[in-house]
């Protein structure tokens, strides 16, 4: 395999792409008009897209709200970024809570619905 990475469907890309930059502090490696390619510095050759939803290169079919799918980021502090998404006017599904498998947890959507997982170690990974 050469590359792989995520891409999620928006209905305006550049207020999706903010949203995560601000966020997560991503910053953008792509842009164009309907799609976008964010990058971490902590995560070299990672890569998450933001494809415009009524673009032409999305099937008709698959171009609906998201639906079952939840994009896990792991952080160093969920809290802090609790705060980020309050500040953002971001919809919290599940507020920061301590989980059994040993990790802090808070879902929120993004500006287009997508389900987050925002999570932050509690015990040290092995």
């Not at 601000?22 to 995560?43: V, Y």
Request: contains cysteine; glycine residues 8%; hydrophobic residues 45%.
């Amino acid at each position: 395999m050469r590359r792989g990475f995520t891409n999620i469907l928006s209905g305006d890309v550049q207020t999706a792409a903010e949203f995560y930059e601000k966020l997560l502090g991503m910053r953008r490696h792509f842009e164009s008009d309907w799609f976008i390619i964010l990058i971490h510095e902590a995560m070299d050759g990672w890569e998450f897209g933001i494809l415009q939803r009524d673009h032409d290169v999305v099937p008709a079919p698959v171009r609906s709200a998201p639906a079952g799918v939840i994009v896990t980021f792991v952080v160093d502090d969920c809290d802090r970024l609790h705060r980020a998404a309050v500040d953002l006017g971001a919809d919290i599904i599940e507020p920061p809570t301590d989980m059994p498998y040993g990790q802090r947890r808070m879902l929120l959507r993004d500006p287009d619905g997508t389900v987050l997982d925002i999570s932050a170690p509690t015990v040290p990974m092995r």
